[in-house]
């Protein structure tokens, strides 16, 4: 079975500051992974996704992510945050079942704060 | 188009009584899947359906029963909630990248 862990629960940053929120897997098969954002009394919605090729990913709102298999990490990263940015994310992996469908796991959630 | 959509948005519950969460989806998406989402335990896998027809458990299922109506549509059904079950409850498609409804608050007594 496959685990995904958000190592910051919480991380508090100033407007226009860099940030990195971490995410870190572990499974044993070939994954995708995903990172999602959640505004306030809102839905998921996908940020990016990686599923193969080039290891730097770049999604919406300007948030990139890097896959790093050796060290089974998938960190999301934004060189200059804006207080729009204040949201809660989610790191996700996504395993094919040996029906054919697709089980995703989530980590915890990361809250972003953005300070002015 | 709607995507996905979730009937209700709210709902307050006392403890013992039954109630059916509704998700429709329009994205002729074969899979669909609910989730419980609590502070600090990010969402969590309640049951799935990979197509028309079938269901499977998720990670935290007790309590909890489903129904894959057609292709557009899945229910959760809480036959007897329990204050354990007051959460927040989203209906998703696509098992790789995932399209979320609006979820549903639900406040068990």
């Known amino acids: 079975a496959q685990s995904v862990t958000q190592l910051d629960s919480q991380v508090p940053v100033f407007e226009e500051a860099p940030v990195e929120l971490r995410c870190n897997y572990s499974s044993s098969v070939s994954v995708y992974l995903f990172w999602y954002v959640q505004y306030p009394n809102q839905g998921l919605q996908l940020l990016l996704k990686y599923l193969s090729g080039s290891t730097l990913v770049k999604g919406i709102n300007g948030f990139e992510a890097e896959f790093n298999k050796s060290q089974t990490s998938f960190h999301l990263r934004k060189p200059s945050v804006h207080i729009s940015d204040t949201a809660e994310y989610f790191c996700a992996v996504s395993v094919s079942s040996s029906g054919g469908s697709y089980i995703p796991t989530f980590g915890r959630g990361t809250s972003l704060i953005v300070h002015p | 188009n709607a995507g996905v959509t979730q009937t209700p948005k709210f709902q307050v519950l006392k403890t013992g009584q039954s109630m059916t969460l509704q998700c429709a989806q329009d994205?002729?998406?074969?899979?669909m899947y609910w989730y419980r989402q609590d502070p600090g335990m990010g969402l969590r896998l309640i049951y799935y359906s990979a197509s028309e027809g079938t269901t499977d458990k998720g990670e935290v299922p007790n309590g909890y029963n489903v129904s894959r109506l057609n292709k557009r549509e899945f229910s959760l059904r809480l036959e007897s909630a329990a204050p354990s079950q007051t959460s927040v409850y989203f209906c998703?498609?696509?098992?790789?990248?995932?399209?979320f409804g609006p979820g549903t608050r639900l406040t068990v007594l």
């Open positions: 994205m002729n998406h074969n899979s």
């Open positions: 998703a498609t696509r098992g790789g990248e995932q399209f």
